[in-house]
């Protein structure tokens, strides 16, 4: 690859992660993680 295809890629990757972070860190899917590992704890014992 060129360096301008390295750049566009790591470019590329922030932006996901950036995305990524910001959806698993709103508190809707916060909540929704937390009752599903809650009901998962409770269902096991």
Known sequence: MSTAEYALGTVT?????????????SS???DTLLAMVTDALRSGG
């Open 13 to 25: 990757a922030c932006a996901f992660a950036a995305v990524l972070f910001a959806i698993l860190t």
């Open 28 to 30: 809707e899917v916060r």
